[in-house]
């Protein structure tokens, strides 16, 4: 009886430490995924890259910036999100590059922009009501200059210059 006890007891203690040694992510994995890039300069290169990402632990995931959700090059933190829910999520948050490549890395993997990447049909709009980004992404498309800041911004038609 002893042995029956304290076999049960190791086997307890041995699924107890494995399930602590496992990542949270361990089930599935928190992968980020390049939309496309919309090109801002023909010239130098320079684009606006829109990113998702994709969560199949099953649960709601949150990997703060840091070694396990960054950007490379610096800066690591370049506003993208820290709480991922479950599923796919497309067209999240928008980085903007001269035309150097940009790789953002989760915890299931990496994704990498350059100016040689997919391009955007048309300036997707990142999901949220409280994204700056969706209101000048727009107003880039639409030919206007944004005056002020996030939804509540005035926009102003350009004028062009008549010779």
Known sequence: MRR??????SLFAIGMLASLA????????????????FVTDEGSGAYTAIWGY???TGAVADVPIGTSNKFDPKP???GQPTRFEVGRKV???TVDS??????????GGSATANKNSKKCDSPP?????????????????AGVVVVGAGASGWMVRRRRRTA
């Open 91 to 93: 067209n999240v948050f």
């Open 76 to 78: 690591e933190n370049r």
């Open 54 to 56: 994709e969560n199949t």
């Open 4 to 9: 029956v006890r304290a076999l049960a007891v």
């Open 22 to 37: 496992a990542p949270a992510h361990a089930a599935g994995k928190v992968t980020p995924k390049l939309e496309c890039i």
């Open 125 to 141: 709009v990142p999901q949220g009501n409280d994204s700056p980004q969706a209101v000048v992404l727009l107003a880039a498309a």
């Open 98 to 107: 001269p035309g150097s490549a940009l790789v953002w890395k989760l915890p």
